[in-house]
Antibody, heavy 120, light 110 residues
Framework: QVQLQESGPGLVNPSETLSLTCSVS????????WTWIRQPPGKGLEWIGY???????KYNPSLRSRVTISIDMSTNQISLQMNSVTTADTAVYYC??????????????WGQGTAVIVSS | QSGLTQPASVSGSPGQSITISCTGT?????????VSWYQQYPGKAPRLIIY???NRPSGVSNRFSGSKSGNTASLTISGLQAEDEADYYC??????????FGGGTKVTVV
């Protein structure tokens, strides 16, 4: 059974760096476009970016200057770093895997999400 | 790039069919057959119910169907049930982002 589990600090100070980890079990990291998505309270989904096990990395243009998505195949983890956070970055953050290795979208497997609040 | 446009809410009675529209541009929906639909209950992660415009993942009810015409994709829920009351989001591959979402549609079963 494929499972994704996000983890990270629930509270981050403004202007600091947000660091989240997605632990993957039951599936290989290889071949998939591992994706991060976020959802501000009461709002819709926002695509953050993906990492295709290092061979291709793409980010939402609106976040590109502040975001890094990396993969550690030795620990089966995908990481998200976002620097210079503001209150607008308060959201539930999800990691997800597409339905197949040929797909960049069609996010089929999701973690349960981790809530992040940016506040001093 | 702006998100895809969905109606804020759609409602229907049990047993009826409803359709949710998702309007984009020639840079996304109009140019690719990579439209997905997600169902989300409050406090839960989204669930993929349609991908590649018309395909259903294993385990998804055939009451959910997708289609596309030009720059607009649609999700139809047939035989509406109380359990279908949720938020629904469309997404599309694009030439730039490369994935964008719609703003979401709240489905109410009245």
């Amino acid at each position: 059974q494929v499972q994704l589990q996000e983890s990270g600090p629930g509270l981050v100070n403004p202007s600091e760096t947000l660091s989240l980890t997605c632990s993957v079990s039951g599936t290989s990291i290889k071949g998939y476009y591992w994706t991060w998505i976020r959802q501000p309270p009461g709002k819709g989904l926002e695509w953050i970016g993906y990492n295709y096990y290092g061979a291709s990395i793409k980010y939402n243009p609106s976040l590109r200057s502040r975001v890094t998505i990396s993969i550690d195949m030795s620990t089966n983890q995908i990481s998200l770093q976002m620097n210079s956070v503001t209150t607008a970055d308060t959201a539930v953050y999800y990691c997800a895997r597409p339905v197949s290795t040929r797909t960049e979208d069609a996010l089929h497997i999701w973690g349960q999400g981790t809530a992040v609040i940016v506040s001093s | 790039q702006s998100g895809l446009t969905q109606p804020a809410s759609v409602s229907g009675s049990p047993g009826q069919s409803i359709t949710i529209s998702c309007t984009g541009t020639s840079s996304d929906i109009g140019n690719y057959n990579y439209v997905s639909w997600y169902q989300q209950y409050p406090g839960k992660a989204p669930r993929l119910i349609i991908y590649d415009v018309t395909n259903r993942p294993s385990g998804v009810s055939n009451r959910f169907s997708g289609s596309k015409s030009g720059n607009t994709a649609s999700l139809t829920i047939s035989g509406l049930q109380a359990e279908d009351e949720a938020d629904y989001y469309c997404s599309s591959y694009t030439t730039t982002t490369p994935v964008i979402f719609g703003g979401g549609t709240k489905v109410t079963v009245v």
